[in-house]
């Protein structure tokens, strides 16, 4: 079982930065490929970023490809988003899942608004 907790999210003025955290609890978080998907109410889920169990292969949504780097560290079972160039259709709450869907934090808000 894993669980996940997202953090990091705020109000930020366009072309601002943030780095949203998702902290895990659970052995087997350091061999899940992991996703950032957003969504905001009545809106559809859209994928943003994946990445595999090593941190060796990401890849990107093409509205985020060179603004947003995921990472992680699986010493500190912790994954990570950092956002940058940020724009105010960036704005939703974001969730960090495995790649299965099976595991799902409750989502950290992030508006971009000046």
């Known amino acids: 079982q894993v669980q996940l907790v997202e953090s990091g999210g705020g109000l930020v003025q366009p072309g601002g930065s943030l780095r949203l955290s998702c902290a895990a609890s659970?052995?087997?978080?350091?061999?899940?490929?992991m996703v950032w998907i957003r969504q905001a109410p009545g809106k559809e889920r859209e994928f943003v970023a994946a990445?595999?169990?090593?941190?060796?292969?990401?890849n990107y949504a093409d509205s985020v490809k060179g603004r947003f780097t995921i990472s992680r560290d699986n010493a500190k079972n912790t994954m990570y988003l950092q956002m940058n160039s940020l724009k105010p259709e960036d704005t939703d709450v974001y969730y960090c899942?495995?790649?299965?869907?099976?595991?799902w934090g409750q989502g950290t808000q992030v508006t971009v608004s000046s």
């Open positions: 659970g052995r087997a978080f350091s061999s899940l490929p």
């Open positions: 990445i595999n169990w090593s941190g060796g292969y990401t």
């Open positions: 899942e495995d790649a299965g869907h099976n595991y």
